[in-house]
């Protein structure tokens, strides 16, 4: 069993940053690959970025390439999106979750296994 709690989402003007948590806990977080995906009303569920478990891999959604950065912290349980030059077409809600199957990521939201309740990102043009 694990548990995601994410946080940091908010509002913000376009050309801003935010910076998503997620922390985990239950299995051994250093085990298994992160993602972060986002879903917009009236749209699927959609793959932002993933990160091995090591945070040696890493990997992007085209839309945001240059923009986002995912990391990962194991000692601290923690993984993190940074998000920079937002638009409003990145209003979604924010999920992280958790691939206990591998440990590199993958795109497809129907790998992971465990997923958090969400955070609300909103970007005023």
């Known amino acids: 069993q694990v548990t995601l709690v994410e946080s940091g989402g908010g509002l913000v003007q376009a050309g801003g940053s935010l910076r998503l948590s997620c922390a985990a806990s239950?299995?051994?977080?250093?085990?298994?690959?992160m993602g972060w995906f986002r879903q917009a009303p009236g749209k699927e569920r959609e793959f932002v970025a993933g990160i091995s478990w090591s945070g040696g891999s890493t990997d992007y959604a085209d839309s945001v390439k240059g923009r986002f950065t995912i990391s990962r912290d194991n000692a601290k349980n923690t993984v993190w999106l940074q998000m920079n030059s937002l638009k409003p077409e990145d209003t979604a809600v924010y999920y992280c979750?958790?691939?206990?199957?591998?440990?590199?990521?993958?795109?497809?939201?129907?790998?992971?296994?465990?997923w958090g309740q969400g955070t609300q990102v909103t970007v005023s043009s």
């Open positions: 979750a958790a691939d206990l199957t591998t440990t590199t990521p993958s795109t497809g939201r129907y790998e992971y296994d465990y």
């Open positions: 239950g299995r051994t977080f250093s085990r298994y690959a």
